[in-house]
């Protein structure tokens, strides 16, 4: 991870959730080398959760919502079944995991992702516009579960989820941030 083009932070593992919420339509202009451009897509997301204090302490000094997580993992076979798993600080029973089978595309579909965030937190409000590279590399199906005291578990909508999923590789995002104090 890089911030702002000068702090090289190393090494990050990062899990954050994020539930697609309905938003105007609205399409970007391609970035180059890009085979075309997707509708943007709105979301709101959960605290970032990062496992390196480093990174959680730059997120938190320019005001963006971010905790300390003990380990974010994720292994096995991209092309197959994949894994993964967040333990959260509090304790080693508060985490959540997922497996997600994957069927590769022959190639890569390389579009301009555009995604905005928001958030509000506290006395805090958050907003972010993401605009990347995004390299979408198959479909696949996700299985995840959470305990009750995790990030996942309190929104409510139960310890156990199914859905689908696109691997993606992603790079190069411009990320603009804009945080506010009510």
Known sequence: MVLDYLIDVGPV??????????????????????????????????????????????????????????????????????????????????????TETSQLYSAPNIVTGSQRFFRVYGARESEARATCFTHFLGDAEVSLNASADSVIGKLGFGTSLTGFSNPVWVKHCRVDYRVDFF
Do not use: C, N
């Open 13 to 98: 593992g990062m899990s954050h959730v994020w539930i697609e919420l309905e938003g105007p339509e609205e399409v970007v202009t391609p970035l180059p080398d890009t085979t075309g451009s997707l509708p943007t897509r709105y979301w709101f997301i959960t605290p970032h959760q990062l496992d390196s204090r480093l990174a959680r302490t730059l997120f938190g000094l320019v005001g963006i919502d971010a905790q300390f997580v003990e380990k974010v993992s994720v292994g096995g076979d991209p092309r197959g079944a994949r894994h993964g798993e967040v333990t959260e600080m509090s304790s080693p029973e508060v985490k959540y995991t997922w």
